[in-house]
């Protein structure tokens, strides 16, 4: 799943990059952090997993940051060709060194657990998910595209910022921020200038109140 659209590479569509990367001898740098957190019936694929010669091309990225939800922890790998990982390794050494004795037994024990915890906050995240993403797409000006993974929903609202007269969704964002105190991502940080992210890493009251508020928000700013 991808951080903002929360949308997912089909098996096919994988299978087609794997083939221009393999084609035109690229490096795939898989960022995988969202593995655990899809809620359709298609399992998550690694492109690593679809031939030899594209495990070989790969480093996959993972971490306990989402799946896990350590990410104050900052545990996170690589997995790749030995040559490769080596090299990183000695890299982080230099530069960074190494994540705290505590961090890594707690990833150690996270990842030695069974999954029944990660079900439990998936369940949550999918719960989340239809309420917001119903909610979300009622409101004057967004239209949002249902997420397959992740924990994020980003709708278009072109119509939104025509209905309150802004510009741009920094404006927009920077406007809601400030009058009815709900954080959203305006998606100009993301190459996507008509979108905002709104996250569901939070509880549900949160989440529906936040979305209460965005409206009191589009119907008190029409312009
Ligand atoms: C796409 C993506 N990769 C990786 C991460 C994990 O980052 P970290 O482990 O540094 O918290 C995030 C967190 O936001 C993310 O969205």
């Known amino acids: ?7 997912m590479y089909s098996e096919a569509e994988l299978k087609a990059i794997g083939e221009v990367c393999l084609k035109h ?18 399992p998550h694929v690694s492109i690593a997993q679809l031939s030899d010669e594209l495990k070989q091309q790969t480093i996959v990225i993972n971490g306990v940051s989402k799946s896990h939800a350590m990410t104050g922890w900052r545990i996170g790998y690589a997995c790749g060709d030995s040559k490769i990982i080596k ?3 000695n890299y982080a050494s230099h530069s960074t060194s190494n994540p705290t004795t505590i961090s890594q037994y707690g990833a150690l024990a996270a990842y030695q657990a069974n999954d029944d915890e990660i079900e439990l ?10 309420q917001a993403y119903e909610m979300l797409n009622k409101l004057p000006g967004f239209k949002c595209i249902k997420p397959q993974g992740a924990f994020y929903l980003f709708p278009n609202v072109t119509e939104a910022l025509k209905l309150t007269g802004f510009n741009n969704v920094d404006d927009f ?10 954080a959203i991502i305006p998606g100009s940080g ?33 312009k």
């Open 1 to 7: 799943p991808n951080n903002p659209t929360g949308m």
């Open 25 to 42: 001898h690229l490096m795939i740098i898989s960022d995988e952090i969202y593995e655990k957190l899809t809620y359709t019936d298609r």
């Open 87 to 89: 090299a990183m390794t």
């Open 121 to 130: 906050m998936k369940k949550s995240f999918k719960d989340r998910l239809e």
């Open 173 to 182: 964002a920077a406007a809601i921020l400030e009058k009815e105190k709900v």
């Open 190 to 222: 993301f190459g996507a200038p008509n979108n905002v992210r709104l996250s569901y890493a939070t509880d549900l009251d949160q989440l529906l109140e936040a979305i209460k508020r965005i409206e009191r928000f589009l119907l008190n700013n029409q």
